[in-house]
């Protein structure tokens, strides 16, 4: 047998819940990281193909910096 319950969803129902809305440190720092990154990843890799001229020496270059974050953000 399957439990159905019914949600309330009238307009008393709806103003007993009250979430708080705060954004901390933390949650700040990321959302300014997160934009940033998000942002540079769709301009870096024009810029990288424009000034080595080839897809294959961007795509190296691409994975050259890729591999060093990587491998930054793993020993931090």
């Known amino acids: 047998m ?4 019914s949600i309330d969803l009238s307009a ?7 979430v ?13 990281i997160g934009m940033m990154v998000g ?4 301009i870096t890799p024009k810029a ?7 897809p294959g020496t961007a795509t190296t270059a691409l ?3 890729a ?3 990587v491998s930054t953000m793993s020993v931090w």
């Open 2 to 5: 399957s439990d159905h319950r």
């Open 12 to 18: 008393a129902a709806v103003d007993r819940v009250k």
């Open 20 to 32: 708080k809305r705060t954004i901390g440190v933390f949650t700040g720092l990321a959302l300014n």
């Open 39 to 42: 942002s540079g990843i769709f």
């Open 48 to 54: 990288v193909i424009m000034n080595t001229g080839s």
């Open 63 to 65: 994975s050259h910096h």
């Open 67 to 69: 591999l060093s974050f």
